[in-house]
């Protein structure tokens, strides 16, 4: 037990909700997890403080939470999510009043890259850029050592970054977001299309024919294990990620990107054509320092400790 007690970071996504206890040295001592009933805020609500009762102690000091959507910053409004049924959700003063300790809420990805920063991946720079790939892209800004927010926390949102008008339809209503053509609902879509298309791919087999069976874990899976057809899905889709981090180094300049989220599981078959895309369209790569594209280290934990983090340094 550390003397200067703990924090608890919860991660609330659209299926799970992930707890954990962690120290100020962002070691996890203890760990829960439970589904999120996505379509019912009052339901969700119930399930943050389920998760945070099963990881308390008497040495927590106070809480974190990162959730997939717009979070104001500081009053831990979730405005908006994309994907999820939230609209307006109160998510600190219900924990606040319930545990009777400091709460913070802030989005998952912010949080993520708050983790990334202080224990993972980016702990030895000072400006940092997360790229969190999963069903869709979220993004977390450090720049010289602190969170960039924006003027009402909502700020990285770059999966929402329009690439290609015509493209397909995005959860926030437009068309050809990044997300749309570089995150798991790209793989998903484009392993769905080639089973359509009758490709050889041992996809197929595993679906027994059926597209709509097709997952975005099988396809990186399927590309781990050789499959030209997933190998070629993930390579695409790492060209587009690619020229994504190309426009956002373009704007904010940082020494890393780290790419986080379920899809980075793909490791070096997303990364490798990543890097090769970003070398293309960055703005004189050859008359700027390098700068690393480099895989996430806390991997699925950094929500949950960077939440921890923030909960544990805002209410210092
Ligand atoms: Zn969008």
Do not use: Y
Request: aromatic residues 4%.
């Amino acid at each position: 037990m550390s003397p200067d007690g703990c924090a608890i970071g919860l991660d609330v996504g659209g299926t799970k909700t992930a707890a954990a206890r962690v120290a100020p040295d962002g070691s996890i001592l203890a760990r829960a997890m439970l589904p999120t009933p996505a379509d019912d805020m009052a339901a969700t609500l119930h399930t943050i403080l389920e998760a945070a009762r099963a990881v308390m102690s008497p040495d927590v000091r106070s809480v974190g939470i990162a959730a997939a959507g717009l979070v104001e910053w500081p009053t831990g409004v979730l405005r908006f999510a994309p994907n999820l049924a939230w609209r307006d959700a109160p998510l600190v003063e219900p924990l606040r009043d319930a545990l009777e300790l400091p709460v913070v809420a802030d989005n998952d990805n912010t949080a993520a890259a708050w983790g990334e920063f202080r224990f993972g991946a980016g702990r030895d720079f000072r400006h940092m850029v997360l790229v969190g790939v999963g069903t869709g892209i979220g993004g977390g800004i450090v720049a010289d050592g602190a969170l960039f927010r924006g003027a009402h926390g909502f700020a990285a949102e770059i999966g929402h970054i329009i690439v290609d008008p015509d493209g397909p339809l995005c959860g926030c209503g437009n068309r050809g977001c990044w997300e749309q053509v570089a995150s798991g609902q790209a793989v998903t879509r484009a392993g769905r299309q080639a089973v359509l298309e009758g490709e050889t791919t041992v996809l197929r087999d595993q679906v027994d024919g059926d597209p709509d069976r097709v997952t975005g874990p099988m396809v990186t899976k399927a590309a781990q294990d050789g499959d030209a057809v997933s190998i070629a899905i993930i390579v695409e889709i790492g060209r587009r990620l690619g020229e994504g981090i190309g426009a956002l180094v373009n704007v904010l300049d940082p020494e890393v990107v780290v790419v986080g989220g379920g899809v980075a599981d793909a490791g070096e078959l997303l990364l490798s054509p990543a890097r090769e895309a970003f070398r293309r369209t960055v703005e004189a790569a050859d008359r700027r320092p390098a700068v690393p594209l480099v895989r996430g280290q806390l991997g699925n934990d950094a929500g949950v400790i960077g939440a921890a983090t923030l909960a544990l340094e805002s209410t210092a």
